[in-house]
């Protein structure tokens, strides 16, 4: 279950990661608090479920979640090695930032993570060329635009936006599960808008 997932997840990441290098660095980034983590993988695991597992369990090149300043990392630990060297406020970025946590203590997915998503996405809907545009300035899709869609979408999972050609576009929630969806009026909306990557010339200034 993903109750079980989660707290296997948090478990694994607490107990059985190599431990962090020493934190001596001259800027703000630590590891995640147990608290921090569980909403973190709360949110992460709307979009990748089980699959969260898979970036803890990086045979090939392990990683770990680093906070910096409000916003999260996916840090390699070869990355984190060389941290050390970084010079202070010089510091922007370091690895791929999943989400950001707002001044409430909730976790906000960043436009970022889509390639992460969008590898180990358990849902996805296509839209067509006529909606791309819309959803690109930061609209929700409509059933109109809905190209197609993965089978069994729960009602508000979460799901990677995609052209019709396998282009990532972003990312949102289902307004409707997939059965659902097939008797929907065209107006109505199919995906509730989350992020997507007009966001880098939109919001130029807080992406990075």
Known sequence: T??????????????????????????????????????????????IGKNIQHLLQNAQEPHSFRLLKDRVYYVSETLL?????????????????????????????????????????????????????????????????????TDAVPQYGGVVVLSMQDVPLGFGVAAQSTETTKEMDPSGNVVLHQGDVGEYLRNEDDVF
Request: charged share 15%.
């Open 2 to 47: 993903l109750h079980f997932t989660l707290h296997f997840t948090l478990h694994f990441t607490l107990h059985y990661k190599h431990p962090p290098p020493p934190l001596h660095y001259n800027y703000n980034m630590r590891p995640l608090t147990e608290d921090e983590l569980r909403t973190m993988f709360t949110k992460l695991s709307t979009y």
């Open 81 to 149: 090695k060389q941290a050390p060297s970084l010079q202070g406020d010089t510091v922007l970025s370091l690895g791929t930032c999943i989400g950001k946590f707002t001044k409430s203590n909730k976790f906000k997915m960043h436009i970022t993570a889509l390639p992460i998503l969008n590898r180990y996405a358990l849902y996805k809907v296509w839209v067509k060329p006529s909606s791309e545009m819309s959803f690109l300035y930061g609209n929700n899709v409509p059933k109109s635009g809905l190209g197609r869609i």
